[in-house]
């Protein structure tokens, strides 16, 4: 099925502000970004290059919620230097989706002064590139993990990452029990959106990043009511995701609101 991050979050946050998608497909991926332009996202920043596009396959469990296993190829973003058109690079919010850590923090140092910059991740690169991911994270303002990825990364709890640097919020993907933002003055849960069955948990994480981060734009506001407002709208765009096999949820949320 079409899938990533770009796809999932592009099509969350399509229906509430502008986005410019800048990524890469290999020669067997022309397509990829065809829902993506369907939905009015910009993919003038989506490369076409040699060789295969990203694989992903999980395993999940009858209740869903992480990976109980997960497998990537890389494909082209093993080589992939990012170069963000001109509109791109003027973005006030920038996500930076799941990726090798050099390829963020090229997306980072080519963007123009971000009002927000938030990141995901995935136990994969928190194990095998560490270094250059912690570098990163000291200029984001926002970091998106579930349990397992964050207990990989800072196993001795949240306050340690948000000592120090940019980083002033973490919001923890919590699967059914929905999502909860962090910051130094406190937690504030989110219950899970209601869904009449899980068919397919995969994309929910960058579905709420999309509804999050698309709802801070059209708002105009980054501040920390802001961002609680934000997990709400992005806990929808997660139901929607989980609603049905791949993207077709996002899909049909996008042609309602369009």
């Not at 927000?116 to 095998?128: E, K, P, Q, S, W």
Request: net charge positive.
């Amino acid at each position: 099925m079409p899938g990533g991050s770009l796809l999932y979050f592009g099509l969350a946050a399509a229906p509430l502000c502008t986005v410019h998608a800048v990524g890469a497909v290999g020669k067997d991926g022309a397509h990829l970004a065809d829902p993506l332009a369907g939905a009015g996202v910009d993919v003038s920043g989506v490369e076409l290059l040699p060789g295969r596009s990203y694989r992903w396959r999980a395993q999940h469990g009858a209740a869903g919620g992480a990976p109980l296993e997960e497998r990537q190829r890389l494909g082209v973003y093993s080589r992939w230097r990012p170069s963000p058109p001109p509109q791109a690079r003027q973005s006030e919010i920038v996500f930076l989706g799941s990726m090798p850590p050099r390829c963020q923090l090229a997306l980072l140092e080519a963007a123009a002064g971000p009002r927000l910059v938030a990141l995901d991740t995935m136990r994969d690169f928190i194990l095998g590139h560490r270094r250059r991911l912690l570098a990163t994270l000291r200029r984001v303002d926002l970091l998106f993990v579930n349990r397992p990825e964050l207990e990989a990364l800072a196993p001795e709890g949240v306050g340690r990452l948000l000592r120090g640097g940019r980083l002033t919020a973490v919001v923890l993907k919590d699967s059914a029990r929905g999502a909860r933002l962090i910051t130094a003055q406190g937690e504030w849960p989110v219950p899970a959106a209601r869904v009449d069955q899980v068919v397919d948990p995969t994309g929910a994480g960058d579905a709420l990043a999309g509804g999050m981060l698309g709802h801070l734009a059209q708002m105009g506001r980054v501040d920390e009511p802001a961002l609680r407002e934000g997990l709400v709208e992005g806990t929808r765009r997660a139901a929607l995701a989980i609603s049905h096999f791949g993207p077709e949820g996002l899909l049909r949320g996008a042609r309602a609101r369009g």
